[in-house]
């Protein structure tokens, strides 16, 4: 799949024929790379799950209407318009995947990785999730359940994961920072 | 549509490979790619759910050889030719062959704004929720020939409503220019056991997005 | 195993393309295709249900992108190269490295023959069938990861024992080398409407065969 | 598909060695593709359609047990151990398909066609075989009744075709030459 050396010059051609018909303005294409290369990205998700975990106010408006909870610290738009925020606990941990496609909550974790688009997880994470979650180096144990949560409209998942013991007392931004990617779509755990 | 994209439950595609996660791009063209497809949108002349159907459409082997910002930049040249913004023989020759025609264009300084509002799938409609929360439901059988999003696995299933989202527009009529069709949208809970057998792992549950049309009491 | 090669009722392949009758090979290099295949079984080191599994395991882009002779050949060079036969640095040379080990090797004034005979899969059992044409029967919703003939759009669907065809060996089984454990089988009929739903064609059947473990009463 | 360059030096590689390891012997390999190309193939179904056409007896015979009734005429073995002859006719319309590989009765038929092996013909058929049909020139009635048979196990099945009108006479040789591969798979009629 990296070696498609053909894309480089397909895509290049693409945008020429855009940029000459006027479709397309150059500096957008830049805007957009820039804002999720540098401004939307999981940071905003650990954002919210750390305030989640140190704020039980807002952690109860966040698992009762996430879009708004997360638009409260200022994070929302394209593909986490109608979002659902969903707290792992030592009985039920959540898995999310689109099974269908791509699609992820863009405001809270940014741009989706290479693996959660790819055949190998969207196939295997709804029938096999600890198979999927061995390959990330998570093990649950049998006695937590899991649910997986297959993205098939515009609804979006924020995965809450637990909050690791040893971590009393932190700041809501000591907090953030150990809160991963993968630990909020499901596939990481948190830990210090 | 029943295509090779449909991929649940589908087995013989390897383990998952983690990425760190400030690995977001693996090319400079990806980038492009991904900035190319927000940015031709803005002429308005497909849905969100038109160009996930020109995405899954492509062909089944191209489609599984593919990665995805691929799939993303094949299907965007066959929605902008479908749409008759470019032509076919300006993708070919790889340059611009006649002018463009007026279109609403995408500017640098909307970026922000644009990206940050989105464009919510909830619309307003009259009849009330024909389920409620804590139903008991069956996905319906259907093998639609056009677009969908009521995958493979979950069909003919019975399962439970979990949560109820307010009525949002059917992709299913909307990918094809058919209106926008709003149905209430439900969450709907499937053991494990029910969609793969008594095999299963039998703490596993799975929830999809379900439209009121797909779903039979 | 739920592979790409399972595709009954998947959608997205085209038209079908008839040709005349005398267009059995395209390429001198089909006819070599399908002897050598024919012939590398000959030592015997494994079953047809092996090989099947063999050309259903390939990638599945690969299977898509492949004709069907090159299916039969990369699975081919898989099945020497895990017999031991053929080692994968021979593969990669494009040339035998070493002598080959004793094994039983068709000669030409045996394949009349040998092709004449075939090789029967119908095995005797001391259990009776547990169906009888006419029953009613349900296949089980099962995803294992091995090796099966219970295709995926037959799983968990209602239909009818039309025939009994004796105990055959079970693929499932005998495709991992764990034995041939033969089981009676069974034509089932299901309705067009049971397998794709309320819109199917009302006048259409479809029949498979199923072994009696994919089958509950 | 047909344009695989790279796989014609393959086989060659491949047979250079099986051959030069003992393993397999160059006549062999001619005397299958001989068998293949003169000796077996749709002709042989065809003599079976045309003597159920012109001998009853023969035809009960072929639909209680055909292996037994196909090996009357000298046809039998790879691929045809266990063969199930099914008859069209006004109300029924039988077809053929393996969904899963490529099944097929090889001692009738000969090697099957590209199309039967595409994954085209494999997927469509069981869902929408009048479709397919329609691919091949061929419609049915609605009130004609489609059965089509997966071969998923190591049955396989001869389709009688029916036979058409305008032949009251006709010798079984004349007959046999009237039946094509097609029709004996179920995507063709018989017409004269």
Chains 1, 4 share one sequence.
């Not at chain 2, 094949?74 to 025609?101: I, Y």
Request: aromatic share 8%; proline share 8%; net charge negative.
């Amino acid at each position: 799949m990296g070696n498609e050396p053909e894309m480089a010059l397909r895509v290049e051609a693409l945008e020429a024929i855009l940029v000459e018909k006027g479709y397309v303005e150059p500096d957008a294409l830049d805007a957009i790379i820039a804002t999720y290369e540098r401004d939307v990205g999981p940071r905003n998700g650990a954002h919210v799950v750390a305030r989640s975990w140190t704020d039980p106010a807002y952690r109860e408006r966040l698992l009762a209407d996430a879009t708004a909870a997360i638009a409260e610290l200022g994070y929302g738009g394209r593909q986490g318009e109608h979002m659902v925020a969903v707290e792992n606990s030592a009985d039920e941990h959540h898995v999310v995947v689109c099974t269908l496609c791509s699609c992820y909550p863009w405001p809270v974790l940014g741009l989706p990785p290479t693996w959660y688009k790819s055949p190998a997880y969207r196939s295997r994470v709804v029938i096999d999730p600890r198979g999927v979650l061995a390959d990330f180096g998570v093990t649950l144990p049998d006695t937590t359940r899991i649910t997986v949560h297959d993205s098939t409209a515009e609804v979006r998942y924020l995965v809450v994961p637990r909050r690791p013991a040893g971590t009393t007392g932190w700041s809501e931004e000591r907090l953030a920072a150990i809160v991963s990617r993968d630990s909020m779509i499901g596939t990481g755990l948190v830990t210090v | 549509m029943n295509t090779v994209a449909d991929l649940g439950g589908a087995m013989g595609f390897g383990p998952v490979l983690p990425e760190p996660e400030d690995e977001v791009f693996h090319a400079e063209w990806e980038r492009r790619a991904l900035a190319l497809t927000l940015a031709a949108a803005s002429p308005g002349r497909w849905t969100i759910d038109a160009s996930r159907s020109a995405r899954e459409s492509l062909p089944p082997g191209e489609y599984l050889t593919s990665s995805y910002y691929a799939i993303w930049i094949k299907a965007l040249e066959r929605l902008l030719v479908h749409a008759g913004l470019v032509g076919s023989d300006e993708l070919a020759a790889g340059r611009s062959l006649r002018p463009g025609t007026p279109a609403r264009v995408l500017a640098a300084a909307e970026v922000p704004a644009v990206l940050a509002t989105g464009s919510r799938a909830d619309r307003p409609v009259d009849p009330p929720p024909r389920f409620a929360v804590g139903e008991q439901v069956r996905t319906r059988n259907t093998h639609p020939t056009g677009h969908t999003r009521l995958p493979r696995y979950a069909r003919g299933k019975a399962g439970v409503v979990e949560r109820v989202h307010g009525a949002h527009v059917l992709p299913d009529s909307n990918a094809h220019g058919a209106g926008e069709r709003p149905e209430w949208l439900y969450t709907v809970r499937f053991t494990g056991v029910e969609l793969w057998g008594g095999e299963a792992d039998p703490g596993l549950s799975v929830e999809i997005e379900a439209f009121e049309s797909y779903l039979a009491p």
